[in-house]
């Protein structure tokens, strides 16, 4: 079965400063992984994938993730962060012989501080 | 990108009533589509996962008869909470991809359900 861990509740940083939202997941073929972000009250936007290729993905606002194989890690970070970019962040999975079933991990509050 | 249309982004609705919220793919053909429930500052909770033309997949612990789920074409989706009650009270999203065609899914705004 699949399944995503997001370690921590919230994260905060110093508009400005490099951010990282942590993100491991579990499945049994090769992963499809995602993230999106959510504000409040809203639906869930797309940010950025990795389905094969270069382990460095670069997707919307500035937001990059690496994939990790080896220590089965899909890490979200910006190197500078904006106020802006307060939101609830979520990772998630699709195995690829889950047929397009995505799980999302607990999610990470994101504040940053002016 | 692509864009999926939920309506209505919020309904309030009494105890015993039926509410139905509608997903709608609005430039590509969604062959399926998913429908999650979002408790207050948790995640999203899949509930079940509807292709056109055919029966809903609930997932366990779903009721299939409370949380009706039509996917009567490639662009509609629907999603009835039948004799709702308080604790129906949730956000309610879809999701919807066209196969073959994307890898990651379009979600649309929401709906926040209140039954009072």
């Known amino acids: 079965a699949q399944s995503v861990a997001q370690p921590e509740d919230q994260v905060n940083v110093a508009e400005g400063n490099p951010l990282t939202v942590k993100c491991t997941y579990s499945v049994s073929g090769n992963p499809y992984l995602f993230w999106y972000v959510q504000y409040p009250n809203r639906g869930l936007q797309f940010l950025l994938k990795?389905?094969?290729?270069?382990?460095l993905v670069k997707g919307s606002y500035g937001f990059e993730a690496e994939f990790n194989k080896s220590q089965t890690s899909f890490h979200l970070k910006k190197p500078s962060a904006l106020v802006s970019d307060s939101a609830l962040y979520f990772c998630?999975?699709?195995?690829?012989?889950?047929?397009?079933?995505?799980?999302f991990g607990a999610g990470t509050r994101l504040f940053v501080k002016a | 990108g692509a864009v999926v249309s939920q309506h209505p982004s919020w309904v309030i609705c009494k105890s015993g009533t039926s509410v139905k919220i509608e997903c709608r793919s609005l430039?590509?053909?969604?062959?399926?589509m998913f429908w999650y429930r979002q408790f207050p500052k948790q995640s999203l909770m899949l509930m079940a996962t509807?292709?056109?033309?055919?029966?809903?997949?609930?997932e366990q612990g779903v009721e299939k008869d409370k949380f009706l789920i039509n996917h009567a074409s490639l662009t509609l989706s629907t999603l009835t909470v039948t004799s709702a009650h308080p604790e129906d009270s949730s956000f309610y999203i879809c999701s919807a991809y066209e196969m073959g065609v994307n890898t990651e899914a379009f979600f649309g705004q929401g709906t926040r359900l209140t039954v009072v």
């Open positions: 990795y389905i094969t290729g270069d382990n």
């Open positions: 509807s292709n056109e033309g055919s029966k809903a997949t609930y």
């Open positions: 430039d590509f053909q969604a062959t399926t």
């Open positions: 998630a999975v699709r195995d690829e012989t889950g047929g397009f079933k995505t799980i």
